[in-house]
């Protein structure tokens, strides 16, 4: 049984500060691994992708990988009230995610406080 | 920008119906997917499509059962349903090479 292990939170971060999320997967043969946003009442929205070992930045969002650890990370810099939400990993044994499904943690619900 | 569509928004329906949830994408992707989101549970699979005429069953497939005659659609079809299928289902599509695009979701209550 695939898992995801995410801390549900809430996670309350000071507006302008890093917010730091966190994710453990079970599986080591996983390649590719992603971050999703889901505010409330709405669909996951993807915001990173990951496929190789190191950081991946995009704007305020960095993504780290470390399949050793099995461990993968979100950072998000100078954090906006309009950060808050859930934030949900995903993980799929396949290149791209597509041959098998992703697997999700249960999200970590972030509270940026102004 | 992708789009995937779910034909209902919020619906309501009495135990022992057949419900058929639909989904259609527009973007010509292989892969579809069926999700259900629950408190406390979070995204779970319930099946998956990587073409035509073709379903994979995922984590949770118990209850479902799914329909893909076209490329752009993909429905779920709840054979009888029943009031632990009360739920947010999420319908997703994607190419091999990238994450997901949802639909904006079904909130199904069964009564």
């Known amino acids: 049984q695939k898992e995801v292990e995410q801390n549900s939170g809430p996670l309350s971060v000071p507006e302008g500060a890093i917010a730091s999320l966190n994710c453990t997967y079970s599986d080591r043969v996983s390649q590719s691994f992603f971050w999703y946003r889901q505010y409330s009442g709405k669909s996951p929205e993807l915001i990173m992708s990951i496929y190789s070992n190191g950081d991946k930045e995009d704007g305020r969002f960095t993504a780290q990988l470390n399949k050793a650890s099995q461990y993968v990370s979100l950072l998000i810099r100078d954090s906006q009230p309009s950060d808050s939400a859930t934030y949900l990993c995903?993980?799929?044994?396949?290149?791209?995610?597509?041959?098998?499904?992703?697997?999700f943690g249960k999200g970590t619900h972030l509270i940026i406080q102004p | 920008d992708v789009k995937v569509t779910q034909s209902s928004r919020y619906l309501v329906k009495r135990t022992g119906e057949k419900v058929f949830l639909e989904c259609v994408q527009d973007m010509d992707h292989e892969n579809m997917f069926w999700y259900r989101q629950d408190p406390g549970l979070g995204l779970r699979l319930i099946y998956f499509?990587?073409?035509?005429?073709?379903?994979e069953k995922g984590d949770i497939p118990e209850g479902y059962s799914v329909s893909r005659e076209k490329k752009e659609r993909f429905s779920l079809i709840l054979e009888s349903a029943s009031t632990n299928q009360t739920s947010m289902y999420l319908c997703?599509?994607?190419?091999?090479?990238?994450?997901?695009?949802f639909g904006s979701g079904t909130r199904l209550t069964v009564v």
């Open positions: 997703a599509s994607s190419l091999q090479a990238d994450g997901y695009t």
């Open positions: 499509s990587y073409d035509v005429k073709m379903k």
């Open positions: 995903a993980v799929s044994a396949y290149s791209g995610g597509g041959a098998d499904g992703l697997t």
